[in-house]
């Protein structure tokens, strides 16, 4: 299985690299790992509706272009649908057995998503209501996608 996912701006904290090179590794023997950074557009601290629009639409014709029709696309939402572990481990199982070989993950820049990627997008996850910096939102992401993995071979890494 493919597990790629596309984020918006460059990862500058060593912190968050550490962690996420972790999983990336420890996800080896699952699946081949890619993540896809996308430049984030350039944005003042104040935007009225109209531009924070414009920004999330630029970004979003970056990540649309990143992704191929066969690909299965979650994107991150708050506004999405909450899962448990369990239940999304069992989701990525039966994916696997209908064929979707290729899932990708979208993460938002500071902004959010655009209409069109989450239009684009298959299924919706939400983390819950807390909003999670999108660096960190990557590491939460990889760490629940090993947990998924590790709960389908009936790992005790999942109590
Ligand atoms: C800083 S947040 C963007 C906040 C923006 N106001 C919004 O509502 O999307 C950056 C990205 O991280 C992801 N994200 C942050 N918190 C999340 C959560 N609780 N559940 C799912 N995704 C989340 C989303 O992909 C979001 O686009």
Redesign the pocket.
């Known amino acids: 299985m493919n597990i790629k996912f596309i984020v918006v701006g460059k990862l500058k904290e060593k912190y968050f690299k550490q962690g996420i090179a972790e999983y990336a590794k420890r996800l080896t023997k699952f699946c081949k790992f890619t993540i896809v950074e996308v430049p984030d557009e350039k944005a003042p601290e104040s935007l009225s509706d109209a531009e924070m629009s414009e920004v999330k639409e630029k970004e979003g014709e970056r990540i649309l272009d990143k992704i191929k029709d066969r690909e299965y696309v979650y ?4 506004l ?1 649908k909450e899962r448990s572990s369990e239940e999304f481990a069992k989701e990525i199982d039966q994916l696997a057995t209908y064929g979707h070989s290729d899932l990708t993950f ?8 655009s209409p069109a990627v989450m239009k684009r997008a298959n299924a919706h ?10 660096q960190l ?1 990557r590491l939460v992401l990889v760490e629940q996608v090993y947990r998924a993995f590790m709960i389908n071979a009936g790992s005790p890494y999942h109590k």
């Open positions: 994107s991150l939402e708050i999405g979208v993460i938002g820049g500071s902004l959010g998503l996850i939400s983390f819950g209501r807390f909003t999670l910096p999108h939102m």
